[in-house]
């Protein structure tokens, strides 16, 4: 059966969702679905992953000006916009991601026949979207087909805070092995074939807990001299996370090489992987470093890392969530200890079944089944 599906973000730049839906649009194209991706907020050019020749590639700005002044008079046209296109594509299923473009999805579609489906990627909770859009998400999420959630505890805070949703619970596929694009950054200009190399990937900004990493990797930086970090990414505090590398004197250990569109040959090089986040929804660069053979160590979010690693298996949770001390130890524990490293980096790579792509797109066409009878 083929589908018509209209494929809904904000933006695609480098973020986790904007990395799944550009593998879930690929591989709906690649089995003959007709795919529509629509960005709602970014401008034309703005995409960083690779997309199928199949894949429509829409900007909602090219329908609504390209003016960058903001109010309501501009979200209306957004909204009329997006009104228009869903009536003229007739897809068979209207997919959204993000709480923002889930509110506008689903009061651009009131009272038309469409299913629309919306998809939470990180755990409401932890992810302020200020009372506006909180009390738009509660009046909104009950008119959608389903809601999608990441996790089970997702799912328990949906029926708890907006019961008359419908959800689910789908994760992330995990891509492997992952599509290459630009910038490329080789490993070998950064690090010595003879260095060990712990690998952080992620947006630098406050939730990922990176200004905790720093401090937890100079205090065992004496201990383990043959060990160098490397946190790949771009964000708001990269500039406050160098100042900070300055401070501890650890520039020729600590690297900040910048985003990169080749992210599988870090994984690839990498001896150990470390995720000191705060919060989390379903963390992509977690699942892609356990599937090139990273044993990790995380941090025990409320969501997200828990449903990944099996702690001791194929790498380590630490709690409390933002203990310098904790992570410091856990880090030490694999950083030292050769033989269980490789051994829960052997074991990691079962995750490439746990979140392949076709166990994943199985549970999107059962539900897709279900809201379009």
């Known amino acids: 059966m083929i589908r018509k599906i209209l494929f809904l973000v904000s933006s695609m730049n480098s973020g986790g969702a904007e990395r799944v839906a550009a593998n879930l649009a690929n591989a709906w194209v690649e089995r003959g679905d007709q795919v529509t991706l629509v960005v709602t907020y970014s401008k034309r050019g703005e995409c960083f992953y690779s997309l199928s020749e199949g894949v429509e590639l829409c900007y909602l700005a090219d329908l609504t000006g390209h003016s960058d002044r903001q109010g309501p008079l501009r979200q209306v046209k957004r909204l009329l ?3 228009r296109l869903i009536k003229t594509t007739k897809p068979d299923v209207v997919l959204s991601f993000l709480s923002n473009v ?3 999805a689903l009061v651009a579609s009131y009272y038309s026949e469409y299913s629309v489906i919306v998809s939470e990627h990180t755990y409401p909770p932890m992810a302020s979207v200020g009372w506006v859009y909180k009390c738009l998400r509660k009046w909104t999420y009950p008119y ?3 809601v999608v959630m990441l996790t089970n505890e997702g799912l328990s805070w949906l029926n708890d805070k907006i019961p008359r949703a419908r959800g689910v619970v789908i994760p992330n596929p995990s891509c492997y092995p992952l599509a290459v694009s630009e910038p490329s950054l080789a490993p070998t200009s950064w690090i010595t074939p003879e260095r060990r190399l712990l690998l952080a990937v992620g947006r630098i900004d406050e939730n990922k807990g990176f200004d905790y990493l720093l401090i937890a990797f100079s205090e065992l930086a004496a201990m383990h001299q043959n060990w160098d970090l490397v946190i790949l990414g771009e964000g708001p505090l990269r500039r406050s996370l160098a100042s900070q590398v300055q401070v501890l004197g650890l520039e020729a250990r600590i690297h900040l090489p910048g985003r990169a569109g ?4 870090w994984y690839q090089r990498a001896d150990l992987y470390v995720m000191s986040s705060l919060s989390e929804g379903f963390p992509n660069t977690l699942v892609e470093a ?4 990273c044993a990790a160590v995380s941090s025990d979010c409320d969501t997200g890392p828990r449903d990944i690693i099996r ?3 194929d790498g380590l949770l630490v709690s409390p969530v933002g203990d310098v001390p904790a992570l410091a130890s856990a880090l030490d524990q694999l950083m030292r200890n050769d033989e269980a490293r490789e051994r829960m980096g052997q074991r990691a790579i079962e995750i490439r079944e746990r979140y392949s792509p076709e166990s994943i797109l199985t549970m999107w066409d059962k539900l897709f089944d279900k809201v379009t009878k």
């Open 311 to 313: 702690h001791g298996v």
């Open 81 to 83: 916009a997006l009104r």
């Open 144 to 146: 959608a087909a389903c």
């Open 262 to 265: 080749n992210v599988s040959d």
């Open 290 to 293: 356990m599937a090139y053979g």
């Open 102 to 104: 889930n509110i506008a």
